[in-house]
């Protein structure tokens, strides 16, 4: 009996050991993840406990916090086995932010100041619903067929597809959306958000008011080898910055997005590993370094959080976008833009029209073209925020595609030698999800 006692007692011992060396680090960045997940996926699209914790956290360790949502106070709070508790806020305007002790939840806050497109035309260029449309170059049963194969049967986990959504021509051909959601639903496109961040910055280079070839504007910079990098180095993830972005563990990228106060300040605080324009390293910090620059070319708080939105998300009709803030209020340009599939098709559209939006010139061709030209040491893989096929990553697709690209396979697909839009959400990204054959199924249903 002493014998067998002693035994469970080692077994305990190591099993603690274990725990302790590979587990326990990570406890705050799991109740981090998940709090934040829960408050976002409940308060920005009204989806229940249980369907978040089956759906956006099923993922290995995650699964272990137990979550809990306060109605009254719109909060989320997650903890792992009773540890490392930790705690985000639902601010109507700003969706969801992970918080820490030291955050002053009484203190007042800006609101982004919102306008709602308005023009009674149909979606895309409006608001309302879109208008029947037949091309007879279209074949639908392929089409159709091509879009189905992209979700899992009733209770399946294979491709778990979320939505999809296609635009040709100026025109919705076919969506599709899986239990549980709609065309009403908010999706967190992760990384795709970065494209919005581009965008902005566009925006101030269209009107004068930003160059980004010269040196970026950080001070903490100016006097080491950091002095020369450029806002552009940074748009191209060339920066040679030093940066770490592995999901699957501790790193820099999973560190900021659940530990830190300020995210931007993550990747401004790196040392420099190698010469800006001669190593790509994706960053979502470099990102967020990007969101705190815009922050700086505007007087007050407000302005910065209002550009975003008057500048290009309310402008071209995505009205139920929502990009969220750290503790500081500066947007995890990163990470945490939410849309429905139809508002992300409309990004798209933005930049498959080469910055135009219905007759009005929101960004210049030229800065379209520099976003979707490939950095030099991408191997043509990405450009200024957007990935691209120019290296021909998909092989059945034209090398003309550029897209946005967010974790567990968001993706807003730009085909301009088709027309063509493309966009699908989901939990599972290439090469888990077939992304080549699910773009090829569709492109083969448009008769050349």
């Known amino acids: ?6 035994l469970l007692v080692l077994v305990l011992v190591v099993a603690l050991l274990y725990f302790g060396f590979t587990t326990y680090p990570k406890l705050d960045l799991i109740s981090g993840f998940s709090a934040k997940s829960v408050a976002s996926g409940h308060f920005l699209d009204n989806r229940p406990l249980e369907l978040i914790e089956k759906g956006d956290n099923d993922i290995p360790l995650l699964n272990l916090a137990t979550n809990k949502i306060d109605e009254t106070g719109k909060f989320a709070t997650s903890a792992v086995y009773g540890l490392k508790e930790r705690k985000a806020i639902y601010r109507e305007g700003l969706g969801a932010t992970l918080i820490n002790d030291d955050f002053d939840i009484s203190k007042p806050y800006d609101i982004p100041k919102r306008t709602k497109l308005e023009n009674n035309l149909s979606f895309p260029y409006g608001n309302n619903e879109p208008k029947d449309t037949v091309f007879a170059n279209i074949d639908y049963t392929k089409l159709k067929n091509a879009v189905a194969s992209a979700f899992d049967k009733t209770g399946g986990k294979l491709k778990r597809t979320r939505a999809v959504v296609v635009l040709y021509k100026d025109k919705l051909i076919t969506e599709k959306y899986d239990t549980g959601f709609t065309k009403d639903s908010k999706i967190l496109g992760w990384s ?87 190593h790509w390293n994706y960053s979502s910090g470099t990102t967020n370094l990007l969101s705190k620059i815009l922050r700086s070319q505007f007087k007050t708080h407000q302005e910065y959080i209002d550009f975003w939105y008057s500048a290009v998300i309310d402008k071209i009709g995505m009205n ?62 990405y450009g200024a925020q957007f990935w691209l ?43 888990a999800f077939d992304f080549n054959g699910f773009l090829k199924g569709i492109i083969d249903s448009v008769k050349k």
């Open 1 to 6: 009996m002493k014998k067998i006692l002693k």
């Open 192 to 278: 795709m958000t970065k494209s919005i961040t581009s965008s902005a910055f566009g925006v101030l280079a269209k009107q004068g008011k930003i160059d980004i070839y010269k040196p970026a504007p950080i001070a903490e910079w100016k006097n080491d080898d950091r002095k020369i990098i450029t806002i552009n180095d940074l748009l191209h993830m060339n920066s040679g910055l030093e940066w770490e972005e592995d999901y699957s563990t501790i790193c820099d990228a999973t560190k900021m997005l659940f530990l830190a106060e300020d995210m931007g300040r993550v990747q401004m605080d790196k040392p420099a590993q190698f010469k800006p324009d001669t």
């Open 389 to 431: 096929n120019a290296g021909g990553k998909f092989p059945d697709v034209p090398r003309d595609m550029f897209y946005c690209s967010g974790y567990q396979g968001q993706m807003v697909a730009i085909i301009p030698s088709l027309d063509m839009v493309i966009v699908r959400m989901g939990l599972k990204e290439d090469p």
């Open 320 to 381: 139920s976008m929502v990009v969220e803030q750290d503790m500081t209020g500066n947007f995890v340009g990163s990470s945490y833009g939410w849309a429905t599939p139809r508002d992300w098709s409309k990004f798209g559209l933005l930049y498959l029209h080469k910055g135009n939006w219905k007759g009005e010139q929101i960004l210049d061709e030229s800065w379209v073209k520099y976003t979707a030209t490939p950095t030099n040491t991408s191997d043509g893989k």
